[in-house]
């Protein structure tokens, strides 16, 4: 079974700074997918990024991007130039290739961007 | 361009009482996904539908029965609600059966209170 796991239950950053969620995960699998979704307060889950386990090269949509790094199970986001529209829960999850059709998530990162 | 819409957006049951929540989605997608989200948690996957007219287990079932009408729709029913079942619960769906090319788009989530 896998498992994902999220350390930091809240964060707060300044406005235009530069924040980096952690998420670490557990699996036997060597093909695997992992993702970010942000949960604003309309509690709409949004897919943020996607990092697929056999590409080395770090997946990045504008101001988001990850460090995978698969030896060690960690799957980071840095959120860059930080806006307050990206106050949010983050949550990372973790899907098996191969038809396995489950998303595991972690518990979530509560982030809020101050003014 | 709706995407998943979930009905209803709030409901109070007593304990013992029945109802369903209702997914549709109008994206063409072949699979669909209940789960569910409680305070500390992440999203747990209840009951999943890789296609029109199957349907599959997931990670937290018990107490809980889904149909897959046809392709747009798929209900998950509480046949004798227990305040243990009070969470919100979000419906996604998918365009194919695998994570290699899908991403899963979410609802906006029905929370339920069993009192």
């Known amino acids: 079974a896998q498992t994902v796991t999220q350390s930091q239950p809240e964060m707060s950053v300044q406005e235009a700074e530069t924040v980096t969620l952690s998420c670490t995960y557990d699996t036997s699998e060597n093909n695997y997918y992992l993702f970010w979704y942000k949960q604003p307060p309309s509690r709409q889950m949004i897919l943020v990024i996607r990092?697929?386990?056999?590409?080395?090269q770090n997946a990045t949509e504008n101001r988001f991007s990850v460090n995978f790094q698969k030896a060690a199970k960690s799957f980071s986001l840095k959120i860059s130039d930080s806006q307050l529209g990206d106050t949010a829960m983050y949550f990372c999850?973790?899907?098996?290739?191969?038809?396995?059709?489950?998303?595991?998530f972690g518990t979530g990162t509560r982030l809020t961007i101050i003014p | 361009n709706a995407g998943v819409t979930q009905t209803p957006k709030f409901q109070v049951l007593k304990t013992g009482q029945s109802m369903t929540l209702q997914c549709a989605q109008d994206m063409n997608h072949n699979s669909m996904y209940w789960y569910r989200q409680d305070p500390g948690m992440g999203l747990r996957l209840i009951y999943y539908s890789a296609s029109e007219g199957t349907t599959d287990k997931g990670e937290v079932p018990n107490g809980y029965n889904v149909s897959r009408l046809n392709k747009r729709e798929f209900s998950l029913r509480l046949e004798s609600a227990a305040p243990s079942q009070t969470s919100v619960y979000f419906c996604?769906?998918?365009?194919?059966?695998?994570?290699?090319?899908?991403?899963?788009?979410f609802g906006a989530g029905t929370r339920l209170s069993v009192l």
């Open positions: 999850a973790f899907a098996a290739n191969f038809g396995n059709e489950k998303l595991t």
């Open positions: 990092q697929e386990a056999y590409k080395q």
């Open positions: 996604a769906s998918s365009e194919s059966g695998t994570l290699a090319k899908n991403i899963q788009y």
